[in-house]
């Protein structure tokens, strides 16, 4: 749930933008309301061009994880008046400029990280249209965009806007806490969503299904997988939380064959997702374990079917998470006093052993 709201009547009925305005303003848009939130979103999609210099000093094939924190981190020094917004109003400025921001740099990071030419904004597209046309586009050139494709894409940014106290929501909420800069915060988030634990576990679940390779290995990994002294696991099975099934992953799932229904997919790796997910769900050593497909098994799929690189994958995590990051910082602001993160250290080592003269 979001604020109330079903995570698959947003992802069904409504937009990410919707979605995204639902957890920066606490309720839904009105029509006009989003056409409003549209707009802002489009005009503020730009980013310096002083930007560029930075994109331009990373080396070939930097990872975009590592350009885009470092690219959200520097923003910070483009607007640098955090200290003193203290208003609704200029929360949301700073809010809003993120949300409106981050495709755009998670694309650039992408271009500049394989040497291809960056593609500015349409204002002419809608928010999601617009991110996959700045990835996969070609200047002066249009790209043919099918609905399914975005409406895909969109969907798994509206599942992915937030998720709790995970790793990444709470580094960001820990460096919040010291009045740090928001967009030092969200950087911060973005490395702790980089590791395979976390935003990298979709991009595992394809490298595994690329490794297994045909459908007759199927069965020798599924063994693998129920052996307790073999180390292997089927990524994408298994949520530390969702022990009868993932419900962001029942949502996904529609999506997914629907698009690969209309993009006509039909590849050996699909083959060999479709039979592992056949044999876990009828398997007594997953379903007496509550191993259920999850999210990222769902999602690795639907994003290699929008062509889209496996080192991008925790990047578009990025995009779907900033609202919900950026409104954990507000209702931080919000509080009378924020006070500082501190957990707690048990120490467990010597005691004193200082020389006594
Ligand atoms: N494949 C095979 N066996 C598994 C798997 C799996 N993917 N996941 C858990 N098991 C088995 C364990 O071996 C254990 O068996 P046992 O009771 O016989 O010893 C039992 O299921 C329970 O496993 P735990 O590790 O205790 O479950 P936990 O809740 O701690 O772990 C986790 C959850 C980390 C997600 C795990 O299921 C896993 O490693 N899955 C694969 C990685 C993955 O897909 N990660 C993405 C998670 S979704 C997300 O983060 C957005």
Redesign the pocket.
């Known amino acids: 749930m979001y604020r109330g709201y079903d995570i698959s009547y947003l992802a069904e009925k409504k937009t990410f933008l919707d979605t995204a305005y639902l957890l920066l303003n606490k309720s839904l848009p009105t029509e006009e309301e989003l056409a409003q939130f549209d707009l802002e979103m489009k005009k503020r999609s730009f980013v310096h061009e002083g930007m560029k210099k930075l994109f331009d000093s990373f080396p070939d094939n930097a990872h975009p994880m590592a350009i885009l924190s470092a690219g959200v981190s520097a923003l910070s020094t483009f607007y640098f008046d955090h200290l003193d917004i203290d208003t609704p109003e200029e929360y949301m400025e700073m809010a809003n400029r993120i949300v409106a921001k981050i495709p755009t740099i998670a694309a650039f990071s992408y271009r500049y990280s394989q040497g291809l030419p960056i593609i500015y904004p349409d204002l002419k597209k809608g928010f999601t249209e617009n991110f996959l046309y700045m990835l996969r586009g070609y200047p002066h050139h249009h790209i043919d965009l099918k609905q399914i494709e975005v409406k895909a894409l969109d969907t798994i940014f509206t599942l992915h806007a937030d998720?709790e106290q995970?790793a990444s929501t709470t580094t960001v909420r820990n460096i919040a806490s010291t009045h740090a800069h928001p967009y030092a915060a969200i950087s911060g988030g973005i490395g702790a969503l980089w590791g395979r634990?976390?935003?990298g576990?979709?991009e595992?679940?394809i490298r595994q299904l690329e490794m297994i390779g045909s459908v007759d290995r199927v069965d020798e990994f599924i063994a693998r997988?129920?052996d307790?002294d073999d180390p292997?696991?089927?990524?994408?099975?298994?949520?530390?939380?969702y022990?009868n099934f993932?419900p962001r992953a029942t949502t996904l799932k529609k999506i997914r064959n629907e698009l690969m229904g209309q993009l006509n997919i039909d590849s050996e790796l699909v083959e060999v997702a479709n039979k592992i997910e056949k044999i876990a769900l009828e398997d007594d050593?997953?379903i007496s374990?509550?191993?259920y497909p999850?999210?990222?098994?769902y999602s690795g799929l639907i994003l290699q079917a929008l062509k889209i690189p496996k080192e991008m994958f925790a990047v578009i995590f990025v995009i779907g998470r900033t609202p919900g990051w950026i409104a954990q910082w507000i209702e931080l602001k919000e509080q009378p006093t924020i006070k500082i993160a501190r957990p707690r250290q048990l120490y467990l080592g010597p005691d004193d052993r200082t020389p006594k003269k």
Do not use: P
């Open positions: 998720h995970n634990a976390h935003g576990a979709n595992s679940v997988a129920k307790k292997f696991r089927l990524m994408g099975f298994g949520h530390r939380v022990k993932d050593y997953f374990r509550g191993l999850n999210i990222d098994f």
